[in-house]
């Protein structure tokens, strides 16, 4: 058996010239209407991370 991968589409791709240029505002206006509504802070004392104050020093802990 060859070593060699050969990967299909199932749909062509789009031209250069035929894509529809987005000015960079619209890119991150869409971007943002599909990023997760949670915040960072959120998922992470969900997760079981207690915040930890700037001034404050991290614990010891050994991995």
Do not use: N
């Amino acid at each position: 058996m060859s070593d060699k991968f050969i990967a299909l589409r199932r749909e062509p791709r789009t031209e250069r010239a035929q894509r529809e240029r987005a000015e960079t505002e619209e890119t991150r206006a869409a971007l943002a209407a599909r990023a997760p509504r949670e915040e960072m802070p959120e998922r992470l004392t969900d997760l079981g991370l207690v915040p930890v104050d700037v001034c404050e020093e991290a614990p010891e802990v050994r991995h």
